[in-house]
């Protein structure tokens, strides 16, 4: 039998089958294109695109495709065979280096918030050398960015590679200042815990908002959901077992790092962890894993749902973003280390991460917005929409006796002077006992939880890349001219803690109280996503985006655009879901529920007053009640969803589903889920939320 180490990434174009198949200086050339990130030479080009596609023929490939990531936030693939017909009929197998490097698919369909007219279709897709190509389903998948005519970014990936340079960058600057200077290179690295739901596809299948929305619009409360905490870490059920072994087979083929696989919180909940790896090869394998869960589960008889609130009252799905950065040499830069300038060089990093997240909470609340979002963010374990940070009482004892050291006389306190002596380390379990936060310091990188599941990695990365990068930069412009660079540097941790200790916050983010007090603190408290959206073009943001060269101002208001009309559509598609819903299925149910009621109410009368018909009655009363509600909740979404259409701006359209629409959804979801409760299940036309939650056995 083949054991995991054989076939580990067997279906991946990797280094070490790149040094096999290529001419020593083809090999060369490619590695230094990625050291250097020059373009590759033409020549070299096609001698690699030649060693793919026999590599890719001979593991059964007949086709290849440039793989992308457009703003829709699946990826996109588009097949071309290999083929090429000769003058005599006959055909061979051809892959040109101009066919790896470049594809021009034709992306009218695609995102682009304004960026490309539509008479202007092409768009252009550019192979991204750092991230290996591999093989799905038969086709060669060539990772690429995505860009416009004009050069502007359609994808996720291209904003990605720019913040990732731009980190690179101003890190290397502070590297140099702490003496570092065998560090050529730093990247962030990315392990990304990804929550997910699996359900039966027969149950699946009968619900339309899940089939539609993938998320209940409608249902009430099984008598038991996920108060026994029976399920966390519980046994793995046999069929949920069968699905992951071959989940982890098929990531392992692909070069996936699955690490941990476990039951979540919630019932039928689970978790993935992949091992870190560099950030945009972590949010490759991320889109490439929710792709893979997918596919498994279906051929499982189950649906995984990647929603991040599939259920309300139930926890829901997120994706913990564990960030840090690490030098070409394996050093993770959040790491305390061993000696006092280590620990010195620590407390900068860490002390820049803290200044970027309170500066730029904003923008990385808008990197986490979505309509699905909106309903896990502050319930059920997940992080409330208020940006703070945890790190822990040590930690934070620390930072509070650096900032308070004016007073030598105290011993204790002068031992805290940044840069003589060396810090303690910070056990993990002291770190991490807080599972609202929306970012924890966990020991040596930072936990981003407020990611919902569903979504690419790569924004909110690419926003903390930013954001770190310009604190890093200003951090560097203030320390390199520096005399003494001791002291200076011991000032500006200093002062960095003074004003944005903030952000940091070690309680209980479910508190009413912390909601008061982050208010007092001036934290941002942005609930939904049409509050938050309209800060991404305040000019602070604006600049920090262009200065860094991540989004340029005309690509910023493209993904303004596109994030509102995301929003929209999403919205919209539930709003008909749910009438649709209402009117052809629940309605008539209800009504045939009250008539058999009203039948056995007649019947019992004709025996006589002397039998009692409270059951009958009441029953026939509520339930007409509320179905008159829910009828005229119809009524009105129908009238608001005409409304909406005649609202032209993308962002006043968002508004006005969060403003009108949505709390008349939540009116006619109230009206339904009692009636859910009071009709008899033999009425009912959907599963319940029993029937999903516990439908795999
Ligand atoms: P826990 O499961 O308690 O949250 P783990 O140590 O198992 O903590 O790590 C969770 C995730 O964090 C894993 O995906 C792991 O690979 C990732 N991780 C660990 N170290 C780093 C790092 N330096 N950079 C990025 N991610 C990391
Ligand atoms: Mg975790």
Known sequence: MKTVTDFFGCDVFSASVMKERLPAEAYEEFQRTLDTGHRLNIEVA?????????WA????????????????????????????????????MEFSGKELIQGEPDASSFPSGGLRATFEARG???????????????????????????????????????????????????????????????????????????VDAEVFNKRKDLVYTG???????????????????????????????????????????????????????????????????????????????QKCAKQHGMICLLHEKPFAGVNGSGKHN???????????????????????????????VIKAVDDYQDLLRISIASAGNDHRLGAQEAPPAIVSMFLGEELTEILESIERDEDYDNREKEMLKVGVHVLPRFPKDTTD?????????????????????????????????????????GFADTLEGSADFENDLHKLIKGVIKNHKRIIFNGNGYDDAWVKEAE????????????????MLHDKNVKLYTDHKVYSETEIKAHYEIKNEKYCKYLNIEVLTMIDMAKKDILPCVSRNIHELADTLIAKRTIGDFVDTTYEETLVTKLSGLSSVAFNKVAEL?????????????????????????PVMSELRVAVDEMETLCSSEHWCYPSYGDLLFSVK
């Not at 913040?163 to 990247?187: C, P, Y």
């Not at 840090?324 to 990093?349: D, H, K, R, V």
């Not at 919902?452 to 990365?461: F, I, K, L, Q, R």
């Open 520 to 535: 007092g603190r001036g934290l941002l408290n942005l609930k939904t996503t049409p509050d938050a959206l309209p800060y």
């Open 215 to 293: 998320r209940t619009l409608f249902g009430a409360m099984p008598p038991k959901g996920q108060e026994l905490d029976d399920h966390y870490f519980g046994a793995i059920k046999p069929r949920v077992q069968a699905f992951m072994k071959d989940l982890d087979d098929e990531l392992w083929r692909l070069g996936v790092l699955a690490k941990t696989e476990h039951n979540e919180a919630a019932p039928a909940q689970h978790e993935l962890a992949p091992i870190f790896t560099t950030t945009n090869i972590a949010t490759d394998h991320n889109q490439i894993t929710m792709e893979t869960m």
């Open 638 to 662: 129908e009238e608001l969803s005409a409304e909406v259409k005649t609202i032209e701006e993308s962002d006043a359209k968002a508004m006005f589903y969060k403003n009108r629409i949505i």
């Open 124 to 198: 252009y897709t550019a192979w991204d050398p750092t991230s290996f190509a591999f093989i799905k389903n038969g086709v060669l998948c060539i990772p690429t960015a995505f860009c416009s005519y004009g050069g502007e970014a359609l994808d996720k990936k291209t904003p990605l590679l720019r913040s990732m340079e731009a980190i690179n960058k101003q890190t290397l600057r502070i590297l140099k200042l702490f003496g570092n200077e065998d560090v050529v290179a730093v990247k962030t690295t990315v392990g990304p815990e990804q929550e997910y739901f699996l």
């Open 57 to 92: 023929i001979e593991k059964g490939a007949t086709h290849f495709t440039h793989w992308f990531q457009p703003l829709t936030g699946v990826t996109a693939e588009k097949h071309d065979s290999f083929i090429t017909s000769k003058k005599d009929g006959r055909v061979i």
């Open 46 to 54: 096609d001698i690699i695109a030649n060693a793919m596609k026999d």
């Open 433 to 473: 006992r807080n599972r609202t936060s929306p970012l924890a310091f966990t020991g040596n990188k930072f936990e981003f939880r407020m990611l919902g599941s569903s979504a690419s990695v790569a924004g909110p990365n690419t926003t903390l890349n930013t954001a770190v990068a310009e604190v890093l930069k």
């Open 322 to 352: 564990n960030w840090s950065i690490s030098t070409n040499n394996g050093t993770n830069l959040l790491e305390p280390g061993e000696t006092p300038a280590e620990n010195a060089q620590f407390l900068l990093f860490l002390c820049a």
